[in-house]
């Protein structure tokens, strides 16, 4: 079946630092791809998406791009803040399994000043 | 302001006492949809809804039962809670089904099963 695996974490950088949080998946059809944010005490957000291969997703200066060859979807960002300390879902969505979305376990980050 | 609500945000019970966890969202969605998140199991999906009347089992539907009889209302009903449903719950709701909408998330119930 369809699955989503995430890095580890926590993260923990300082301000300015580069950011990469892997995300590989499997998946007998053709996903759209989604990383979602969920900062303290709040529910999920949709950070970026990408709905076929090549694509690329990009958002508050994250950014993520679909490739199919290496079946990957990795977060980045050039220059981290305080304020993008959260937790990072990737998550999968099959057009031929409805709205279900596939979540990876998650990656918390935390950033210092 | 578009958002999907939940209540109780917070809830303490005791095993076998039923309890409904409301959702609502004012989005008009049609798609609407429960989820669980656990420790190192990110979220995993308990029901969905394609629309009205229209449910149908998640990943871990057991325990659990819903009901979608108005199309911005979607609860989550728990007969008989036993420990192990002790979790963050979220409520979500997307335009349509199919893999390419948005969810839009509301902001997590709180349960411990005691």
């Known amino acids: 079946g369809n699955s989503v695996t995430q890095m580890e974490g926590p993260v923990t950088l300082s301000e300015e630092a580069f950011l990469t949080i892997n995300c590989t998946y499997t998946a007998t059809g053709y996903p759209s791809l989604f990383w979602y944010v969920q900062y303290p005490g709040e529910g999920l957000q949709l950070l970026l998406k990408a709905t076929k291969a090549d694509d690329k997703g990009s958002n508050k200066g994250f950014e993520a791009t679909y490739r199919k060859e290496t079946t990957s979807f990795h977060l980045e960002k050039g220059s981290v803040q305080v304020s993008d300390s959260a937790v990072y879902f990737c998550a999968l969505s099959d057009y031929n399994q409805g709205g279900k979305l596939i979540f990876g376990q998650g990656t918390e980050l935390s950033v210092k000043p | 302001e578009a958002q999907v609500t939940q209540n109780p945000r917070y809830l303490i019970t005791v095993t076998g006492k039923k309890l409904t966890v409301t959702c609502s969202q004012n989005?008009?969605?049609?798609?609407m949809s429960w989820y669980r998140q656990d420790p190192g199991l990110g979220l995993r999906q308990i029901y969905y809804?394609?629309?009205?009347?229209?449910?149908d089992k998640g990943d871990v539907p057991e325990g659990y039962k819903v009901s979608r009889k108005e199309k911005r209302n979607f609860p989550l009903i728990l007969e008989s809670p036993s420990p192990n449903q002790t979790s963050l719950y979220f409520c979500a709701s997307s335009l349509s089904t199919g893999g390419l909408y948005e969810q839009y998330f509301g902001p997590g119930t709180r349960l411990t099963v005691t």
């Open positions: 809804s394609m629309n009205v009347e229209v449910t």
């Open positions: 989005m008009n969605h049609e798609y």
